[in-house]
């Protein structure tokens, strides 16, 4: 049996506006997990929002919605290494409320100072309360190296910086 969608399905932007309401990006460095298979909660920034903005960031990274609502997230990282040898296996997971949302991301460095970027785009139906937090860790799997983390990229004058971690949030309505 073949069901035809309508249209309209197919074009969500067609019923959505779009408002940025939170923008972040660490001032760190780097972001490195401590050990092998320890989670380390990636940090966006300062804190940004409060209880009476539609989100709030704070400084440890956790969002927390505030206004339930039809919310689009956008991650940016840089994956990569300083030192070590042999292949470094860097996790990535996004949790809503304590737990695992959606698939792990691997990230496989097998040389020092290569940055590897990565970015993810999801839209979520939140509701009031919810908090999201990303974790980095370094996987022992098949002998994973504990060296890698999360590296700001050098850049030259006159371009903006190339963080180790960014958020963006819009909300749809």
């Not at 997990?33 to 990636?42: E, Y």
């Not at 940016?76 to 296996?89: E, I, M, N, P």
């Not at 850049?155 to 903006?160: D, E, K, T």
Request: glycine share 10%; charged share 15%; hydrophobic share 45%.
């Amino acid at each position: 049996m073949t069901t035809q969608v309508p249209n309209t399905m197919l074009e969500p932007s067609a019923r959505f506006s779009n408002t940025r309401v939170l923008d972040g990006s660490s001032v760190a460095s780097s972001q490195q997990p401590s050990a092998l298979d320890t989670p380390l909660q990636v940090e966006f920034g300062p804190a940004v929002g409060s209880g009476a903005t539609d989100v709030a960031l704070s400084v440890a990274g956790a969002l927390t919605v505030n206004v339930a609502g039809v919310y689009r997230i956008e991650i940016s990282l840089q994956f990569g290494r300083t030192g070590g040898s042999a292949v470094s296996k860097l996790m990535f997971r996004a949790k809503v409320n304590g737990a695992q949302a959606g698939a792990t991301i691997m990230a496989h460095v097998d040389a020092a100072a290569v940055l590897t970027p990565f970015n993810e785009k999801s839209t979520l139906n939140l509701p009031a309360g919810a908090v999201l937090t990303w974790e980095i860790a370094r996987s022992s799997a098949g002998s994973g190296n504990n060296s890698g983390g999360l590296f700001a990229g050098d850049v030259a004058g006159g371009w903006n910086a190339a963080p180790c971690a960014r958020i963006r949030v819009d909300r749809l309505r």
